[in-house]
């Protein structure tokens, strides 16, 4: 069983920026394909960034440039650096990870942009 508690969420400025960080209770090596999802108000739950095969990374269109996800294996940790920000990035940002075949989630963390 793999626990994930996300944090780093608020309230941030058009153009601003915010890290999120997704502490996991075991080693983040151990879980396979670890990343970010998000879901805004009345929308589905949508992809932002993750970790796939042998380290690679992958992005939504529409934070491609903005968003960088990173890991910190001695922390159990996972990052999503947010740059740029814009009122259509405002959601709850989920960690995600999956282990022995199960998927796992975060609690969420609201995160929202306006002025």
């Known amino acids: 069983q793999v626990q994930l508690v996300e944090s780093g969420g608020g309230l941030v400025q058009p153009g601003g920026s915010l890290r999120l960080s997704c502490a996991a209770s075991?080693?983040?090596?151990?879980?396979?394909?670890m990343g970010w999802y998000r879901q805004a108000l009345g929308k589905q739950r949508e992809l932002v960034a993750r970790?796939?095969?042998?380290?690679?990374?992958q992005y939504a269109d529409s934070v491609e440039g903005r968003f960088i996800i990173s890991r910190n294996n001695a922390e159990n940790t996972v990052y999503l650096e947010m740059n740029s920000l814009r009122p259509e990035d405002t959601a709850v940002y989920y960690c995600?990870?999956?282990?022995?075949?199960?998927?796992?989630w975060g609690q969420g963390t609201q995160v929202t942009v306006s002025s």
């Open positions: 075991r080693p983040i090596a151990s879980i396979d394909v």
């Open positions: 970790f796939i095969n042998r380290g690679r990374t």
């Open positions: 995600n990870g999956d282990y022995n075949g199960l998927t796992y």
